[in-house]
């Protein structure tokens, strides 16, 4: 069983402030998602990243995937209380067939005016 | 477009009861997956489908059945509800062939087992 492992669980900051969430597994991902849940909503899809070492950025939110696709972090800069919510990653790993995505269990983001 | 319609969003389960959890898309995706969401625990794939009359079993399969009748309806169906099962349920769709297209989730069902 393919295991992600994201940090930190809990984040809780001021407006204003920049954080960083990381995503880590041991097994190489085909790739790798990011999503963000808020109360009583099913996630939605932020990024999708495949190449190793790859930057994409969505506004204020940089994702990066390790150069290995072992990893991958989500930087948010200046954040404000409407990026409240929970942030999960998501791997697909190399297969034979289809896609099954491995989440993480998620970090839940708190900003405060 | 409905995207992934779950039906119902709340329910209340008697141990040994049986229901059925509907799902339903209208984006002609072969893919379709259901989660199950418990509190700090992240989400566990019970099943999965990928495509009509095609099913498999996730992390978590145990107590809960599918079917794959249609493309657009993938049920998910509990036998003898048990107190493990109380959770937040999410299906979710799929389809493959363009990179950076993620997961359609629906809002989830959250049910409780008593």
């Known amino acids: 069983t393919q295991l992600l492992e994201q940090s930190p669980q809990f984040l809780s900051i001021q407006e204003g402030e920049n954080l960083t969430v990381y995503c880590n597994s041991s097994?190489?991902?085909?790739?790798l998602q990011w999503y963000r849940q808020e109360p009583g909503e099913g996630p939605v899809l932020l990024v999708t990243?495949?190449?190793?070492?790859e930057v994409k950025k969505l506004k204020r939110l940089t994702f990066q995937f390790g150069d290995a696709r072992k990893d991958s972090s989500l930087h948010i800069t200046a954040a404000q209380p409407g990026d409240t919510g929970l942030y999960l990653c998501?791997?697909?790993?190399?297969?034979?067939?289809?896609?099954?995505?491995?989440f993480g269990e998620g970090t839940q983001l708190t900003v405060n005016p | 477009n409905a995207g992934v319609t779950q039906t119902p969003k709340f329910r209340i389960l008697k141990i040994g009861q049986s229901m059925t959890l509907q799902c339903t898309q209208d984006?002609?995706?072969?893919?379709m997956y259901w989660y199950r969401q418990d509190p700090g625990m992240g989400l566990k794939l019970i099943y999965y489908?990928?495509?009509?009359?095609?099913?498999d079993k996730g992390e978590v399969p145990n107590g809960y059945n599918v079917s794959r009748s249609t493309t657009e309806d993938f049920p998910l169906r509990l036998e003898l509800a048990a107190p493990s099962q109380t959770s937040v349920y999410f299906c979710?769709?799929?389809?493959?062939?363009?990179?950076?297209?993620?997961?359609?989730f629906g809002s989830g069902t959250r049910l409780t087992v008593v």
């Open positions: 990243v495949v190449t190793g070492g």
């Open positions: 097994s190489v991902f085909s790739s």
């Open positions: 489908s990928v495509g009509a009359g095609i099913t």
């Open positions: 979710a769709s799929h389809t493959t062939g363009r990179l950076g297209y993620g997961y359609t």
């Open positions: 998501a791997g697909d790993f190399p297969r034979t067939s289809g896609s099954r995505l491995t």
């Open positions: 984006m002609n995706h072969n893919y």
